[in-house]
């Protein structure tokens, strides 16, 4: 399968507990995106590289969340001290410039 | 600001009826607009996209859209819906950096 790669698929985690998704792009792709989409809404952007350069990041991530793309290949989205209001999916997008975006599965984070 | 807006949360259709989903984009530069579709449990998949050129944009599975540049719209047609269509579908646009959705609109269609 040579499209977006997501994992884990399924996540439960307790509150107040760090979290660390991971995303594989597809390999000529430069531009990573991350999203979050809750249940009856569009996804949201959260961030954004470009090989490894994190060029925007959304007001949505908080000091809590950080994510990584080092080598400009995969890339991670951690979350520290989960709270019940980060349950969602968590979506990662690759592209070649703009437009032409490939969304994985996703990650869907449950907190208890 | 940067928005696409989808008016229709529900939409129950029998199968053969005609289908349109309603898109409004509120931006300016470039427009770039988009239609995904989400199946139950499966990853958002491209229906078609708009970059420049003609206006009525031919996508996969039976489905097209229209760019009208003097109503801001961009809406999803199909003449005649299957029950292997029911989804959630996604009107987006591309800002500087990144691709904006719409809430989205469920379609069931009843066989």
């Known amino acids: 399968d040579t499209g977006v790669s997501q994992n884990p698929r399924h996540k439960i985690t307790k509150r107040g507990q760090n979290v660390t998704f991971r995303c594989d792009p597809i390999s000529e792709h430069n531009r990573l995106y991350w999203y979050r989409q809750t249940l009856g809404q569009g996804p949201e952007f959260l961030t954004y590289?470009?090989?490894?350069?994190?060029?925007?990041k959304s007001r949505l991530l908080s000091d809590r969340f950080s994510a990584e793309r080092p080598k400009g290949s995969f890339s991670t989205l951690e979350i520290q001290r989960t709270e019940q209001g980060d349950s969602a999916m968590y979506l990662c997008?690759?592209?070649f410039g703009p437009g032409g975006y490939t969304f994985g599965s996703g990650t869907r984070l449950t907190v208890v | 600001a940067q928005s696409v807006s989808q008016h229709n949360h529900h939409v129950i259709l029998s199968e053969a009826a005609s289908l349109e989903l309603g898109c409004n984009y509120s931006y300016g530069g470039t427009v770039n607009l988009f239609w995904y579709v989400q199946y139950p449990g499966q990853h958002l998949q491209l229906l078609l996209k708009y970059f420049s050129g003609d206006p009525l944009v031919k996508g996969i599975k039976g489905f097209e859209a229209e760019f009208i540049k003097s109503k801001f719209s961009f809406n999803l047609r199909k003449p005649s819906v299957q029950w292997s269509d029911t989804a959630e579908y996604f009107c987006?646009?591309?800002?500087?950096?990144?691709?904006?959705f719409g809430t989205g609109t469920r379609l069931t269609v009843i066989p």
């Open positions: 987006a646009g591309t800002g500087a950096n990144n691709l904006f």
């Open positions: 997008a690759s592209s």
């Open positions: 590289f470009q090989n490894e350069a994190q060029l925007e």
